[in-house]
């Protein structure tokens, strides 16, 4: 408890020398709402990923924007917890039409042209992403989980479209600080700032997975943030 009472405030006098972010650097509702979202379903609380979706709807989130959000992170917390996360979305949903909110369907999913090169499609995002090819030692080891990750994860499920890619990496590191999943999650911070989302930006994911998925959460994903970007500061 001391620990967390610290580190409260020190992200407080950080914040108070910086000075309050402009509205230019502050993510918007949408991705403030993918947040904690994606960390409950990771996590399994029901409950209050309940009370995150209903207030990712009542935000201006999509039915198919929060849909792509619970379906993309099968791939990161497995079908379990994204098959749990849509269950009580679609309980939401009809919650909400009996009481006389039907909420917009929104975009549809993209398919991929005909002969699409899957490959090529995923290493092209993946590279982006990165901001150099992907030549991990362990996809030489395991070939298929480099097929997966280019022909399935950054072809089949970023093609989709709907989210933005800034808003697939949010929901991807929210899920990964709440999992926990360190390794990944030190990756995805340095994919989300390839993006565009700007360290500010993140620093505000903390304070919501802080306040919405608790201290673990939030701490790991503070600890993450500081290492990357002491990191590419010294570059």
């Given amino acids: 408890m001391k620990n967390f009472v610290l580190f409260l405030v020190t992200g407080a006098l ?32 029901q409950a209050a990923l309940a009370r995150a979706l209903e207030a990712g709807l009542e935000s201006g989130l999509t039915v198919n924007d929060i ?36 909420d917009p369907e929104g975009e549809q999913p993209h398919a991929l042209p005909e002969g699409a090169d899957r490959r090529a499609i995923g290493a092209a995002t993946q590279t982006a ?16 989980i480099d097929q997966f990750l280019k022909e399935h994860l950054f072809c089949d499920i970023f093609s ?5 890619e800034q808003e697939r990496e949010l929901a991807t590191i929210a899920a990964l600080a709440a999992l926990p999943a360190y390794n990944q999650l030190k990756a995805h911070l340095g994919f989300s700032l390839n993006t565009g989302l700007t360290p500010e930006q993140l620093d505000e994911v903390v304070v919501i997975l802080t306040e919405k998925a608790g201290e673990a959460p939030g701490m790991l ?14 570059k």
Avoid at 16 to 43: F, K, M, N, Q, Y
């Fill in 14 to 45: 950080l914040l108070a020398l910086a000075g309050a972010p402009s509205a230019a650097e502050r993510l918007d509702t949408r991705g403030a709402a993918i947040v904690p979202i994606a960390a409950l379903t990771a996590l399994g609380d």
């Fill in 67 to 102: 849909r792509e959000v619970l379906i993309q992170l099968y791939a990161y917390c497995g079908f379990p917890r994204s098959l749990d996360g849509l269950n009580t979305f679609m309980g939401v949903v009809e919650k909400r039409k009996q009481a006389g909110k039907n």
């Fill in 129 to 144: 992403l990165l901001g150099r090819p992907a030549n991990a030692p362990v996809y030489a080891f395991a070939p298929g």
């Fill in 160 to 164: 989709r479209g709907v989210l933005t």
């Fill in 221 to 234: 994903a503070r600890a993450t943030l500081e290492k990357v970007l002491a990191e590419r500061a010294g």
